[in-house]
Structures are given as structure tokens and as C-alpha cells.
């Protein structure tokens, strides 16, 4: 395990925190702007949000975990119902190559999303979009968007990659450790980036895993083990998993409440986000602190 030190810019920290949601800054008035964002100040009877999904086509975690979490917040906020709509993008291998070519199907992806007038949507491979360097989720962001507007389907965009550096700075941590699924080379990616934005990685563990299904397949438990590897000395949090096909719901809470240390992964990330653009109250049960309402 090797320890890294932050080295971004205040240009980089000022642009990235330009592109923070509004509900990190939390409180009513940002929850009620970002209703009338996403059409629903208008509508207030209708309780179902549509949410688009960009997959990997090998992804099976984003469409579980979400829907997980989402499904416990239905039950202890009765009110809002929220329902799925996904579209892949083929990748089979975790490799620079094959995160290349998936991205070049962003836009096919986003057309067929428009047709079903989704309320929100999300991206959904982290690694992909950091792999094409600082700050693209930005990029990766205004593309879906664009296509969207162009169909007429105008709607908020969040990338899992984006997701995560919000949810870091909603928790108000400037340090972290951070567990990844991908071999070292990739894990080293998502450390710059993290970096970049201006986020320190005090360490981080590679698990190894370069077939993405085999990702989907890891025993979430085997992270109430993992964490403790980490050298948590300076770590203000910790990104239990970066990756949003590595399962890691059921051990948030788990981690959370052993380590003493705020615990956030990219699904719960996406999740945050999400909540936050379609204007409601960012709460979901034990998915740790990012998602208790006051974040």
C-alpha cells in the first residue's frame, strides 16, 4: 500500500467546486430550486422520478444497489416511488482500451435514454470517465446533456465519477483512503483524480479484479476485512469502494460504525446525487453519513 500527497491547484479546487451540486451546500431553498430544475415544482401530485441509467453492459451492481437504497427510502419516506430505465454500453475488460470504446457509445446511450423522458440521469462508470483524465467527468456530464436537450428531453445529468468528489466534499473531508477493485494502474488513475480535485488520498488498496464481471461477483463482507488494511492515521473518510460494480451496500454501515470515520462509495455517491438534483431530502437508511439528511 503507498500513501500519496495532494498536489492540486486553487484553480482545480475553485473549477471543481463550481461544478458541486447545489444540495452540498444543504437546506431547503436548495431542495425546492432543485425541484423547479427538473419540472416538479409544477407537479407536486406525481410521486414516481424516472431515473436514466448508463451502464457498462457487464454492470450488474448499479442497477441493484441503487434500486436497493432507493426502495429503503421509499419505505421510511412514504411519498416518492422511483423507477428505472437503463441503457449499456458494451465492456467486458477493465482496461484503458475497452473504457475507451465504451465511451464512444455515450451518445447512442443518451439518445435511447431521451426517448423515455427520463426526470434524471446517471452515468455510470467511474473509472471510464477518469481514465480520460482530470476533470472530465465535466466533459462526460455536458455531452448527455447536450443530447438530451436535443431530443427535447431536457434533464439533470450526474456521472458516478463527478458523484464521488461531491459526496467527498459534502462530508467536508479533505483527506480519504480508498478501496478500488481495478489493478494498480487504474487504481492510480482514480487517485490523481481524486487528487486533482483537490482531495488528499492518504492510501489506497487494489484488489485486482480485472474482469468486470468477476467485480459484480466480489463478497461485499470481504470489505469489513478489507478496510483494515488501510492506514487511516490522517483519513478524515473512507471510499469503501470506487467503483460502482464492486458491491459494497451492505458493509457501509458495518465499516462506518467500526471504523468511527465517515463512510461513502461511489453508488452511495450516485445516490446523494441524484436525490439532490431531483430536489429531495437526501436521506436513505444505514447507507452511512453521506445519506443520514444532513449532508
Same mark, same amino acid.
Given at each position: ?143 448527455? $446533456? ?11 445529468? &450526474?456521472?458516478? @465519477? *463527478? +458523484? /464521488? %468528489?461531491? !459526496? ?102 450516485? $445516490? ?11 436521506? &436513505?437508511?444505514? @447507507? *452511512? +453519513? /453521506? %445519506?443520514? !439528511?444532513?449532508?
Amino acid at each position: 500500500m503507498t500513501n500519496h500527497a495532494g498536489s492540486a491547484g486553487e484553480t482545480e479546487r475553485a473549477g471543481q467546486a463550481e461544478r458541486a451540486p447545489q444540495a452540498e451546500r444543504a437546506g431547503q431553498a436548495e431542495r425546492a430550486e432543485g425541484a423547479e430544475r427538473t419540472g416538479r415544482a409544477d407537479r407536486p401530485g406525481r410521486a414516481d422520478h424516472h431515473i436514466g441509467l448508463i451502464v457498462p453492459s457487464s454492470n450488474l451492481t448499479m442497477e441493484t444497489e441503487l434500486p436497493r437504497m432507493l426502495r429503503a427510502r421509499e419505505e421510511a419516506l412514504p411519498g416518492d416511488r422511483f423507477v428505472f430505465h437503463s441503457s449499456r454500453m458494451r465492456m467486458q475488460k477493465v482496461t484503458p482500451e475497452q473504457l475507451k470504446e465504451m465511451n464512444a457509445q455515450t451518445e447512442r446511450a443518451a439518445l435511447e435514454l431521451a426517448d423515455a423522458r427520463p426526470d434524471i440521469v446517471a452515468t455510470a462508470c467511474l473509472v471510464a470517465i477518469m481514465a480520460q483524465g482530470p476533470g472530465h467527468h465535466c466533459a462526460a456530464e455536458d455531452e448527455i $446533456t447536450a443530447v438530451l436537450d436535443g431530443q427535447g428531453a431536457p434533464a439533470p445529468v &450526474v456521472s458516478s @465519477a *463527478g +458523484a /464521488l %468528489l461531491a !459526496g467527498i466534499g459534502a462530508l467536508g473531508a479533505k483527506r480519504v483512503a480508498v478501496i478500488t477493485p481495478y489493478m494498480k494502474p487504474l487504481t492510480e488513475t482514480v487517485v490523481n483524480y481524486i487528487e486533482d480535485a483537490g482531495t488528499e488520498v492518504v492510501d489506497s488498496l487494489s484488489l485486482e479484479v480485472p474482469d468486470n464481471l468477476a467485480v459484480a461477483r466480489l463478497d461485499p463482507h470481504g470489505l469489513r476485512d478489507h478496510w483494515r488494511r488501510l492506514d487511516l492515521t490522517r483519513a478524515d473518510a473512507i471510499v469503501l469502494s470506487a467503483c460502482v460494480q464492486m458491491p459494497s451496500l451492505s458493509a457501509v454501515q458495518y465499516v462506518e460504525d467500526a471504523s468511527g470515520l465517515p463512510v461513502l462509495t461511489a453508488a452511495t455517491a450516485t $445516490t446523494y446525487r441524484i436525490l439532490a438534483e431531483l430536489g429531495l431530502e437526501t436521506r &436513505v437508511p444505514d @447507507a *452511512g +453519513a /453521506l %445519506l443520514n !439528511g444532513d449532508c
